[in-house]
């Protein structure tokens, strides 16, 4: 029973399992998700539909997660980017390249994810509220 109004997030993980396990987690804390197994595929959803929030690995093939948050901030400039990576110098440089964009580290806790999504969240309703 997922609410209409709730934030809606596109989850770009190349990892079968991953994808599963957070995209249940997210639904579970009552957000709408749409789930790609690799960069590309996420472009056209993107393109063709409106989302609040990008949560991307890094390393995935054919296209990264920060070249992915860069055509995202192109389609949907609107929409907020958050990087999830098992790698540390990955981390270092999607922190260099998307400054916006928060990085969390595997492993990591779905508690953890989902307060970090909803801090996201939280932050857009300021900055929204705000003008």
Known sequence: ?????APRILLAEDEDAMRAYLARALTNAGYRVDTVDRGTDAIPLLENEQFDLLLSDIVMPEMDGIELAQRCA???PRTKVMFITGFAAVSLRASRE????????KP???RD????????FEEQGEASGST
């Open 1 to 5: 029973m997922t609410e209409t109004n």
């Open 113 to 120: 994810l989902v307060l970090e999504v909803e801090r996201v």
């Open 98 to 105: 998307q400054p916006t964009a928060k990085v969390l580290s």
């Open 74 to 76: 192109e389609i949907s």
């Open 108 to 110: 990591f806790h779905l």
